[in-house]
């Protein structure tokens, strides 16, 4: 089985299987494929790539709904996303009305999280009637664009939003490992190519019982 290196905090529970010889347990064969810094775990899975990998669970609504070639086996964690602001006045989500918001992708999972998030808030953020604006930018810029004040919030992952707010001072307006309503739920799934799941499903279980013991 081909899997994908990670080195995020979605992928700590491959690492650990990886490093603690879980894979190993279970008889799994496998082999760590880089797949470099522009190309997405799925979009590794879909080319093949790679059979199997993790991502945010937000991230891939989207593609599964668009035919996705993937079957998710098993939850690994909750957490990891949250919306951060300056003390600039913003004290609520309530108070992001008519601002920006600083992301990486508008269909990313800190995005959507944050899209959630405003609307239990009260906020719209439907595409025509949208109360906030989702500004694009590199991942290492939305430290300095907040900082600045060129956006006025920014929603991103875990350990990156809580380096930002050691750094800026920072502080939370939301955040999926804790608020409720979101703290309950998995943040980052594990999947297998549909390959795998209906040609191996053995090999797939192999994967799917190693993950599970390395994400408790």
Same mark, same amino acid.
């Given at each position: 089985m081909k899997i994908s290196e990670n080195s995020d905090l979605c992928g700590a529970p491959q690492q650990i299987a990886i490093e603690k010889g879980f894979f190993d347990d279970v008889g799994l064969k496998y082999k760590v494929v880089k797949i470099?810094?522009?190309?997405?775990?799925?979009? #590794?899975?879909?080319?093949?790539?790679?059979d199997a990998s993790n991502s945010l669970m937000a991230s891939i609504v989207q593609p599964l709904a668009n035919g996705a070639k993937l079957k998710v086996t098993t939850g690994l964690h909750t957490g990891c996303l949250q919306?951060?602001?300056?003390?600039?006045?913003?004290? %609520?989500?309530?108070?992001? +009305?008519?601002?920006?918001?600083g992301v990486t992708a508008v269909a990313g999972s800190p995005a959507i999280f944050a899209k959630r998030a405003l %609307?239990?808030?009260?906020l719209n953020v439907s595409d025509d009637k949208n109360n906030v604006n989702f500004?694009?930018?590199q991942e290492d810029q939305l430290g300095q664009i907040?900082? +600045?004040?060129?956006?006025? #919030?920014?929603?991103l992952g875990d350990p990156q939003t809580e380096i930002l707010k050691?750094?800026?001072g920072f502080k939370t307006l939301?955040?999926?490992?804790?608020?409720?309503?979101? +703290?309950d739920e998995y943040c980052c799934v594990a999947y297998v190519s549909?390959?795998? #799941?209906? +040609?191996?499903?053995?090999? #797939?279980a192999k994967y799917t019982f190693a993950i599970q013991k390395a994400s408790q």
């Open positions: 470099g810094q522009d190309t997405s775990n799925l979009e #590794a899975l879909n080319a093949g790539k790679i919306v951060l602001t300056k003390d600039n006045g913003t004290k %609520s989500l309530s108070d992001l +009305k008519g601002k920006k918001i %609307s239990r808030a009260g500004v694009t930018y907040l900082d +600045k004040g060129e956006v006025d #919030a920014i929603a050691k750094q800026y939301a955040n999926s490992s804790t608020d409720k309503g979101f +703290k549909n390959d795998i #799941a209906k +040609k191996h499903p053995a090999v #797939a």
